[in-house]
Each structure stands twice: as C-alpha cells, then as structure tokens.
C-alpha cells in the first residue's frame, strides 16, 4: 500500500519551510531553460585544431599527466595565508598515544571546573 | 498458533533476541567457516538480515507510542530494578535502526571488498560480536550493562581496526583505538561504581529517578560526558579516530560510524534520562557544555580536512565535523528545554541533531565505501596520485557525488533537511551559533570539492589505465545506501515525523522513560 | 580513618596508572597502566559493597550476621573477564607493534602523520 | 621457544594434573561456592600455559592445533546462548532458569538453611559454568599458544 499524500507534505521546520519536490522541479526547469540557452550556441566548433588547444598565456601546453593539480596545491593561497593556524593544528596532532590520554584528562579537568566550581562560583554571587 | 500470535510473541521477545542472535551468529560463524567461504558469507548475512528484520519490527511498534522493556531470567515479572533489564524507547529504536543498517550493509560489502584476505573467520565473527555489542549498547536500560557492551565493542572493533596485522600503521592505530577505548570504559565503571554506592542500584531508571545531583553525582557526570565524548570523538579528544577510521578496512570504518554514535547515545541517554531528574540545576550548564564542544569540534574538524592529503583520513575529520553538529543540535535542545518560551526551538533543534545522527550515517558512510573501493581498484590512497577515475569507475563516481552532496549539506539531499533545523533552532539560541555551523557546512563542501577533483577529475592517469569498475556486491552496498539518502532527501518530513520526533521526545520527556520502571514517579512532564 | 585506606588506595592506583599512561615511553609500561587503573576501580567497586564485620556472602553456610553486598563481587568479577580480553588484545597488538617497528618506545612509533 | 630443563618437566608433569582437577573442581562448583566457569577456567588454561612454557611451545604445537582449540571455544559459547534461549523456548524469557524444580538434571530445590547444598541444585547455573569453563579453557589456552608462535617467529627471524 502506497500512500502519496504524507510524501508530499511541505517539511515545516519551526520558523519556515522546505519542500525538496518543489527544489527538483525549480532544478528541472533551470535544466531546461540551460539546455534552451545552449542551442543558440555557435555550431562553428572545429576538432582537432588550435580552438581545442589550452591558452596558457602563450606558454607551450604540458603534457596531460602533468595538467592535474595535485590536491595538496588545492586551496593554496587559502592554507598558506593561514599557514599559522593549520601548523599549530597539525602540532597537536603528534600520533603519540601519551598525549591523547592527556588530552582526555585535560578536559575532564575543565568539564570539572566548569560543572562543581562554575556552580559554586555563581551560589556565591 | 497463528501468526498474529507468533508475531506478538516475537515482539514481546525481540529486545532479547536482538542481541542474541548476532551474539550467536558470531560463534557459529567459526564451525560454519570450516565447510565452505561462501556459506559462511550467506549464513553472516541471512543472520544480519534476521536481525534487521526483528529491528523494524520492533521499532514500528516502539514509534507507534509503546515503550518495551525485557526482564532478563525471570518468570514473574517482578522486582525489575534488581534485575538486568533492556528498555526501548524511540530514541533507542532509532539509533538500533541506524547499527543493524550499518552491519547489514558493510557485510554486503566485504564480500568483494576482503575476499583476498585469510581468516575471514575471525574478521565476521568479530563484525557480529561488534554489531551485538553496539545493539546492546542502544537497548539496555542497565548502566552496568551498558558498560559490558561497550567494552564488547571496543574490544572487537579494535581488533577489526588492526585486522591488516601486515601493515604497521593500522596495527598501531587499533592500539590507540583500544588504550583510549579501555580508559574511557574504566573511568565510566568508576562513575557506575559513584552511582551504585549512593542509590544501591545500576538500573538507569532507577538511577535517574532518585538522583539528587549531589557532588558525587556532579562528579559522575564528569567522568560520563568526557569519556562518552572521547569515545564519540569530540575535539580535543578526537585524535584517535583520525588513526582509527583511516587505517581500518573502509567495511570497517563503515561499522565504525555506527560505533562511535552509539557513545554519542550514551552522551544523550545520561544527560537527558539520567540526569533528567536534577535538569533544572544542571540543564543550563550541560547544555552550553555541549553546544560549545559542538562548535570547537566541527570548526576543528573541518580546518584539518582542508589540509588532509590522504583519503580516508581527510573523510574521517570530516566525520569529526559532521558529529559536531549532533552536540550543537541536541546540546541547543537542552539549554532551551526547561524555557517553556521556547519549547518549539528546542524540538527543532532536537529533532535536527537526531536526523542528523542517521544523516551523518549515511552520508560519511557512503563516502568511506567510496574510499575504499577506490583502494580496491587502486591500491592506492594518497589523494596526490589519484586522477582521472571517473572515466573509469562511472558508477562510484555517481556514489561520490551522491555523497559529496549529501555530506555537506546541499539541497535536496537529506544532509540539508538536518542541518536546516540546526540552523534555525541555533539562530534563535544565539546567531553567532548559526553562523559557525553554517561557515564549517561550506568548508565541507570545499573539502569535498578537492576530493572530488583531485580524485575524480583531471586527465586519464597511464597507470589507472587498467582499472576496472568495483564488483557487484559493492556496488550494491553502495548503491542501497545512495538510494536510501536520496529517498531521505526527497521526503525529509515523512522521516522526522515518523522516526525523529518520538525520538526527540523520548528524550524531552524523560519521566515516560522512568515511569515504565518505576511507576510511582512523578515529573519529567 | 582506617575506612578511608581502601579509597586512598584507589586513588594512589588510578593516580599512577594515569601517570604510566601519560608519561612512560614504554608500551609495555602503558600496558602496566591501564591494568593499574583496573585495579584501582575494581578495588573502589570491592570497597563499597563491604561493611564493617561482614562476612563473604554465600547463603547455604551463613553462621549468620551481616554479609557483605555481593552486587559489587559480581560485577568486579565481570570487570576482571573483561580486563582479561582487553590485556590479551592489547599486548598481542604490542607484539605486532614490536615487528613492525623494533622498538617499543611511543613516541618513535607514533609520529605526526601528513 | 624450547623447553626448560628436566626437573622443570618432571615437576611440571606432575603438578599439571592436580591444576587440571582443581580448575575442573571449581568449574563444577561454581554454583556453591566462590568460583565458577571462568576462575576455574583460568586455572585449568594457566596449568596448561605452565606446561607451554616448560615443554616449549614446538613440542605443544605438534599435539595441540590452535584451530581445535577456536573450534572448542566457539562450541562453548555456542552452548551457554543455546542454554539461555532454551529458557526462552521452555520458560518464559531469555536466560530463564527453566530446569529448577523439575528434580531432574540439577533440577533440585536446596534445603534451606545453613550446610552446604547438593551439587545436583541450580538449574542451569552448572551448565552454564561448564559452558564458560570449556570457552575459557580453550579461549585462554589458545591466546597463550598464539603469542607463543607470535615469539617463536620473530626468534626465527633473528
């Protein structure tokens, strides 16, 4: 028994709505109208001649192994500009089992402040 | 006996059975072996299958309203506080749905995926000892119990992570992964131990319906929250499962997920049930605690993804970041839940984080599938000699899309429908909240995006030349994943008022909990 | 203040198992640890179900008086089944560890991972 | 690893039944007194890691497979969940004790009162505890054995 109607209810999440049925058929017709737009295109496309070669500012093109940006140069000048954080984040990751026990006591030592002395703190004042 | 009545019987029995018929499973597993490989595959599967099928069945009688409790070893049913029981509410059903889905699933796809391995005996034994460890965790109404279970889980998901005893770093990382795992459990035995000295009783219920939030107790929930979350892996107690989740078998890793949201359970179920009974003295203070390990957990989590290089590392601090958004959701939920003002921010915001844990699931599940059939075909993990392989892999270059949307939160897929509720509900808390879960949602894409392309993308590579599409029994695992979130994505409001919202208000409504024990108790609306 | 000797020594073990834990190189030693820190909480589940006088709780040969709770007997008992599966697991990963590496010093084979 | 001297031997040839019949005597027992499937357990598998270490484990290996022994181990597992589901299917619920009072295999009710009770009492609790014994025995002996083929390997090596 299939029942279609719960299906195609509207998600209501307490102070708005969303409906994915309705976000397919906006995609469709977005589809549609991109299909549309690309059969106005220029149909003057040669194969084989200097309209598929890259434009590398006029440098000669590599080879194609060599094209493929390896994924630690991905985002570069976004890692590099935040070189100091991303280094201090690989700092604490040492792979030494020692410190992840540290760690474990640390914030167990914070959880404890927080929940016995922040609570005494605050019946004081 | 007609059906009606076996079915009922089943019913009344299943909690038991749940676990016992994985628990069986498993030790049959090693005389099955001895006949022939591909029964023992058929026999783990048809086990698992049983097991799912009394799952649902159980749970579509739990979401209808009923709360389920097994009294073990007793004739009469009296005296129950004394003895070791199991207790089912919705948010337990929920997170049973996820596990048995989660094993299910990853031994449909070892079939393909570990076939060139020796002792596979031992590797589905120790899968069914884990999934009876994790459903038990998720049913049992006995802290003590609780305890024996996760201790059954670390054990044999430690020993799975080491499984490729040949390779150097996964054997270390499954000795981090049991170190941390064996610390975590004894500090939550001590807090038993707190527990059981001042009201002489394990039985959760009972517990919770005497607690006076005493210094002891405050004490108790130290020690529970921190290796609860350690074991869940909140930052800065995440390291280990970077290690864990990147050096395992991706079949693994798949269960793994699974694994670490049952402690995530363990978090909700002490402070929401436990500790429901003193929630006006602690309620403000646990939730922000929560909240804030949210935001540090998924903002660390994905600053570390971006400048991961190898594959299922980088997936694996991803899903670092993805359970931070479960505390921020659930954590909002009890910060606002004793301000009558705003009860239906605290709903959405509970119901956003719980979708959100079978989200997360999915989505971080079929992108590890994904890894590791890429480490099938390729042999090969690093993401800076990956290239080219979606001409190749067609259909796991479909899963991967699948998954790389869902993860990171694009509509339609059923990361959005989550992380939507998360963001409104955080916003009327605090909008600096939603602010954060929002930015970290658009590193994960980032993230993915340089997955995708650095992996996917870019010229034909000569030395994949040969790499063929993964076999079928991965594919279908993959393949049931991506349709269940697809089907998710599209009809989210079928699935949140189903499954997610009696689980959120098992949680809210603590007392029912409670009251099915010990019927003299009062409050917890 | 005799009562309290149990529990200062479950926090003198836990205390030092910790320290093992933390600050020894030694995986052996870590190993030492952990089975420490299991002492220290199977000691603190012993102590509390003991009163003052009692006797060990087996009810056909009882001489009569009090006996000692023996809930926490039963789960110390369980607690040590487990430490036992846990130590087993843990030192033939430490044997595997020793292979690979040849060493067994923590901080050699650990090491940040790019 | 190769055995020790013969006085080792000897004197181990001979302790080895004694451990053997105690552990077995606390297995059985387990119901009545202190002890039980696992403490008996333990103490058949560490008399049978004495003779390991005496005898060296190349001698053990030729008599003793590590597969029968994983074979063993599952059979006793498999054995104390059949139990606790018989009680499902007899009684009432998982884990029921459904033999008690039926007067016939452990099936008698003690006297109560002060004495030592019957070994024919407890229901299932004997056969569980035979049951964890025998998983134990094979469970522990079995780790005992690997980890000594773990160190004769790397021995080799050298």
């Known amino acids: 028994m299939f029942i279609l109607e719960p299906l195609l209810e509207t998600f209501q999440t307490g102070s708005g709505f969303w409906n994915p049925v309705i976000w ?3 995609i469709i017709v977005a589809l549609l109208i991109v299909v549309v737009l690309r059969g106005f295109g220029n149909k003057e496309y040669k194969k084989k001649t200097g309209q598929t070669q890259a434009f590398l500012s006029g440098n000669p093109e590599y080879e194609k192994e060599q094209m493929h940006i390896k994924s630690s140069n991905i985002y570069w000048g976004f890692t590099e500009s935040l070189k100091w954080v991303f280094d201090s984040l690989k700092k604490l990751h040492t792979g030494n089992i020692s410190d992840y026990s540290l760690w474990f006591i640390i914030v167990m030592a914070i959880l404890f402040i927080v929940l016995i002395m922040g609570e005494n703190l605050v019946g004081a004042i | 006996m007609n059906v009606a009545d076996l079915i009922d019987l089943l019913l009344q029995h299943s909690p038991a059975l749940i676990v016992a018929i994985p628990l069986l499973g498993a030790f049959i597993t090693p005389l099955i072996s001895r006949l022939n490989d591909k029964v023992r595959n058929v026999f783990v599967i048809l086990t698992l299958g049983l097991t799912a099928s009394l799952v649902f069945l159980l749970a579509s009688d739990v979401f209808s309203g009923n709360i389920h409790t ?10 129950p506080v004394v003895r070791i029981l199991f207790e089912v509410d919705a948010m337990s059903a929920f997170m049973v749905i996820i596990s048995v889905i989660l094993s299910l699933i990853a031994v449909i796809y070892s079939w393909s995926f570990m076939k060139e391995n020796t002792g596979l005996d031992k590797y589905y034994t120790l899968i069914l000892l884990m999934t009876a460890g994790m459903l038990g965790m998720e049913l049992t109404g006995d802290l003590f119990n609780f305890f024996v279970f996760l201790e059954i889980t670390s054990i044999s998901s430690a020993a799975l992570v080491a499984f490729w005893t040949n390779k ?4 270390e990382a499954g000795f981090k992964y049991i170190v941390i795992s064996t610390i975590g459990a004894l500090f939550i035995l ?3 131990a707190l527990f059981y000295g001042q009201y002489n009783a394990l039985n959760m219920a009972m517990i919770a319906s005497a607690i006076q939030y005493t210094f002891l107790d405050k004490i108790a929930l130290v020690l529970l929250i921190a290796a609860l979350a350690m074991k869940a892996g909140v930052v800065p107690m995440h390291m280990w499962l970077p290690d864990a989740y990147g050096k395992a078998p991706s079949s693994i890793t798949f269960i793994l997920v699974g694994a670490t949201q049952a402690s995530l359970y363990g978090v909700f179920r002490v402070c929401f049930t436990i500790y429901g009974g ?6 403000i203070s646990v939730g922000w605690i929560l909240v804030i390990m949210g935001i540090i957990t998924m903002l660390l989590g994905v600053a570390m993804a971006i400048i991961q290089t190898d594959f299922k590392r980088l997936i694996a601090f991803g899903a670092v970041a993805e359970i931070g958004y479960m505390l921020l959701g659930i954590g909002t939920g009890l910060v606002v839940m004793l301000n009558p003002e705003m009860t239906a921010t605290g709903l959405a915001a509970m119901k956003g984080g719980i979708f959100h844990i079978m989200n997360d699931a999915l989505d971080v599940g079929l992108l590890f599938l994904v890894a590791g059939a890429i480490y099938y075909a390729t042999k090969e993990t690093s993401l800076n000699k990956l290239g080219g392989l979606a001409r190749n892999m067609k259909y796991t270059t479909v899963f991967f899309i699948i998954g790389l949307l869902a993860v990171s939160g694009m509509p339609p897929m059923n990361g959005f429908a989550s992380k939507l509720l998360i963001y409104e509900s955080t916003y009327h808390l605090n909008p600096i909240l939603s602010i954060f879960a929002i930015l970290s949602s658009i590193m994960l894409l980032a993230v993915f995006v340089k997955v995708f392309h650095s992996a996917f993308l870019g010229p034909a590579l000569p030395k994949f030349e040969n790499v063929k599409e993964v076999p079928k029994s991965m594919l279908i695992a993959m393949g049931a994943i991506a349709t269940i979130i697809i089907i998710f994505g599209l009809f989210p409001e079928l699935i949140v008022n189903n499954i997610v919202e009696p689980a959120a208000n098992a949680l809210i409504n603590y007392g029912d909990y409670i009251r099915e024990v010990i019927p003299s108790f009062t409050g917890g609306a | 203040m005799i009562f309290n000797i149990p529990f200062i020594a479950v926090a003198a073990l836990i205390l030092i198992g910790l320290y093992a834990v933390i600050f020894k190189r030694n995986l052996i030693k870590m190993v030492i640890g952990i089975t420490l820190i299991e002492s220290g909480v199977n ?8 009163r003052e006088g009692s006797i060990a709780p087996i009810y056909t040969s009882s001489p009569g008086g009090i006996m000692a709770l023996p809930v926490p007997q039963a789960l110390t008992l369980t607690s040590i089944v487990i430490g036992v599966a846990v130590l087993a697991l843990m030192l033939s990963l430490v044997i595997h560890i020793y292979r690979h590496y040849g060493t067994l010093d923590a901080r050699k084979i650990g090491g940040p991972e790019e | 690893m190769s055995g020790m001297s013969k006085i080792v031997k000897t004197i181990s040839g001979i302790a080895f039944p004694f451990i053997t019949i105690y552990g077995l005597y606390v297995i059985s027992h387990g119901h009545l007194t202190p002890g039980g499937g696992f403490q008996g357990g333990a103490i058949v598998a560490s008399g049978c890691a004495m003779v390991l270490v005496s005898y060296g484990s190349i001698w053990i290996m030729d008599r003793v497979k590590e597969k029968n022994l994983s074979i063993l181990e599952s059979l006793g597992a498999v054995c104390f969940i059949l139990l606790a589901l018989l009680g499902l299917g ?3 619920v998982f884990f029921n004790n459904f033999l008690v009072g039926t007067n016939s295999l ?13 070994i024919n009492t407890g229901g299932v609790i004997p056969l569980m505890n035979f049951a964890v014994g025998l998983k134990v025995i094979a469970g522990l002996f079995g780790i005992v054995l690997v980890m000594a083929y773990a160190i004769r390997t790397k021995e080799g090596k050298k």
Do not use: R
């Open chain 2, 190 to 192: 001590f807090s038993i």
């Open chain 4, 106 to 118: 452990f099936g008698v009710v003690p006297a109560v009162g002060s004495g030592l009770a019957d």
């Open chain 2, 70 to 79: 097994y009294i073990f070893g007793s004739q009469d049913l009296a005296l």
């Open chain 2, 168 to 171: 150097a770093k996964s054997v």
């Open chain 3, 43 to 50: 000691l603190f589940l012993i102590t509390l179900g003991y």
């Open chain 1, 24 to 26: 397919v058929d906006a």
């Open chain 2, 278 to 283: 003193a929630i006006n003295l602690s309620s």
């Open chain 4, 90 to 92: 007899f009684g009432t």
